[in-house]
C-alpha cells in the first residue's frame, strides 16, 4: 500500500552487508503511502531457508520511528528505525526482510537485503 523512494543500511558499503555481532545498524526507508492508517508496525525476519525467522527489534511502533501518524494516502513518509545485531547471533548469511505494516495489516512496504553475519 506504499511505495519505495530510498531505503537506506548504514554502515553498509557493499552487499552482501557485513552485519557486526554486538553492532546496531540504522535503517532509513522513504516510502509514499497509498492509504489511509491510524498505526503502523515493522516486523523484520531474517531468511533461511524459505523459512522466516522473526528478528527481535527494540521499536516496533513506526508512529515512534520517524513517521507522523496517522499516516495520510499520498503524503512521503521518512521511517528511521535500528537493526542491533546480537552477539549470540549464529555467523551466516541471510536475507534480512523488513515489513511495514498498517492498522489492517496490510503491507505499506517491504524490503530485502542480503547480509552476513560477522563476528
Not at 540504522?26 to 522466516?52: C, P, W
Request: aromatic residues 8%; hydrophobic residues 30%.
Amino acid at each position: 500500500d506504499g511505495s519505495i523512494q530510498e531505503v537506506n543500511v548504514s554502515p553498509c558499503p557493499t552487499q552482501p552487508c557485513q552485519l557486526h555481532k554486538g553492532t546496531s545498524y540504522s535503517i532509513n526507508v522513504t516510502f509514499a503511502s497509498k492509504i489511509e492508517s491510524q498505526g503502523s508496525k515493522a516486523r523484520v525476519y531474517g531468511e533461511m531457508l524459505h523459512v522466516d525467522i522473526p528478528f527481535p527489534i527494540p521499536e516496533p511502533d513506526g508512529c515512534k520511528s520517524g513517521i507522523q501518524c496517522p499516516i495520510q494516502k499520498g503524503h512521503s513518509y521518512s521511517y528511521l528505525n535500528k537493526l542491533p545485531v546480537k552477539s549470540e547471533y549464529p555467523s551466516i548469511k541471510l536475507i534480512v526482510k523488513w515489513e511495514l505494516v498498517d492498522d489492517q495489516d496490510q503491507m505499506l512496504f517491504c524490503w530485502k537485503i542480503p547480509v552476513q553475519i560477522t563476528s
